[in-house]
């Protein structure tokens, strides 16, 4: 079998069938495209077949593969974790905007926001928090295979940072209705990474309650949430006593993080 008779008979979108194959024969995608002719081996032929299968099951591409991209970084992911998503970008993008030496985030799953963080701020002191032993596995592997220190933590939210305050907080909690039609898509990732309670806002509301107590003086806590959200997290923010809050639009200009600073 060539690779274009193997990308014919996958039944898969055409750019996942290349990207499949490519790691399925440890070559790239650009060779995958170069060379149709080329005679697959039977052992390549056979990895690239239960990769077609899984992905015609709906298991995410990401987790066949076993890592994801996210700020520049390859990171390791499996289903313990939730798959970094382009648009958490936008919360980085935004913490690197402001002034810190030291930042906490919360719910770190893969390590993707702490570890992007601090490769672009090695001298910043960044804690992260998960509730996960299994996440918090997968994010010390992706900090090793990258040689940046963080320094993680077991625990819920904020509960691992008792009597410490931190320049920014940040956090990309579950935030998706518990009613929401599209976790029918989603039953591959973890739920408890994914669901907010009934409106989606059950773990924003603990950690806006909470936040402020481990910011310093004009500390900043950044929190993304869902679309529609934006008003609710303001009032959140705006209950809990920080001040000048805003919201961010992603690159979709759907309203994608919610931000405000400690007096």
């Known amino acids: ?26 070559f790239s995608q650009a060779s ?7 005679e697959l081996p039977s052992d390549v032929k056979k990895r690239f077949l239960q990769f077609t299968l899984r992905r015609g099951n709906g298991e995410p591409v990401a987790y066949i593969v076993g890592h ?11 289903p313990a ?10 919360l ?28 672009q701020r090695p001298k910043a002191h960044v ?23 963080v320094e993680f933590r077991h625990g819920r939210w904020l509960e691992p940072l008792a009597g410490e305050r931190f320049d920014l907080i940040v956090a990309n909690p579950p935030y998706v209705a518990a009613n929401d039609r599209h976790l029918a898509h989603l039953h591959f990732e973890p739920m408890d ?9 059950d773990e924003i509301r603990e950690i806006a309650r909470a936040a402020p107590g481990h910011l310093v ?29 805003e919201n961010w639009p992603d690159l979709a200009r759907i309203p994608r993080v919610t931000g405000g600073k400690v007096k």
Request: proline share 2%; hydrophobic share 50%.
């Open 217 to 245: 003086t004009g500390g900043r806590l950044l929190l993304e949430h869902g679309m529609g959200q934006e008003r609710a997290v303001r009032e959140l923010l705006d209950l809990a006593g920080l001040e000048e809050i």
């Open 92 to 119: 980085v993008d935004l913490a690197l905007q402001l002034e810190f030496s030291s930042i906490a985030d919360l719910g770190t799953g893969s390590g993707a926001i702490a570890l992007a963080i601090k490769r």
């Open 81 to 90: 974790v939730l798959i970094p998503r382009p648009e958490t970008e936008l």
């Open 127 to 149: 804690v992260a928090t998960d509730s996960s032993a299994a996440a918090l596995a997968v994010a010390q592997r992706n900090a090793v295979k990258h040689g940046l220190e």
């Open 68 to 78: 994801k991209e996210f700020y520049g970084l390859s990171l390791t992911v499996n």
């Open 193 to 201: 990474a994914l669901i907010g309670g009934s409106d989606g806002l």
């Open 32 to 38: 995958v495209l170069a060379h149709p002719e080329r």
């Open 1 to 26: 079998m060539t690779v274009q008779e193997a990308l014919s008979a996958s039944g898969i979108d055409a750019r996942e069938a290349r990207l499949l194959l490519a790691e399925a024969a440890g």
